[in-house]
């Protein structure tokens, strides 16, 4: 079993930060990408950014220059920077791990809990 948990959401300013990190732990063997997602009210969830385990990064078009994502392998962890914020930035965003569980296991994905980010005016 795997476990992710986020922290870092909460209430910015437009034009401010904020950083979410999250935590895997549990039963993992090997992480093959690590990512976050949002879901904003009424709307479908979309990939924000997301790194693989070789380091290579992806960006959606709408956070490219203003957000970083940034992951440390050996702590199983993951990090948003969001900077520049805008009120279209708020939802609810979600941890995302792909991850083997043995040796020659398949890949699984894991989900966070949530968290909040609200971007006011």
């Known amino acids: 079993q795997v476990q992710l948990v986020e922290s870092g959401g909460g209430l910015a300013q437009a034009g401010g930060s904020l950083r979410l990190s999250c935590a895997a732990s549990?039963?993992?063997?090997?992480?093959?990408?690590m990512g976050w997602y949002r879901q904003a009210p009424g709307k479908q969830r979309e990939l924000v950014a997301g790194?693989?385990?070789?380091?290579?990064?992806t960006y959606t078009d709408f956070v490219m220059g203003r957000f970083t994502i940034s992951s440390d392998n050996a702590k199983s962890t993951v990090h948003l920077q969001m900077s520049r914020l805008e009120p279209e930035d708020t939802a609810v965003y979600y941890c995302?791990?792909?991850?083997?569980?043995?040796?020659?296991?398949?890949?699984?994905?894991?989900w966070g809990q949530g968290t909040q980010v609200t971007v006011s005016s």
């Open positions: 790194i693989t385990s070789t380091g290579r990064t």
């Open positions: 549990g039963t993992i063997f090997s992480i093959n990408f």
């Open positions: 995302n791990v792909v991850a083997s569980i043995y040796s020659g296991s398949a890949l699984y994905n894991y």
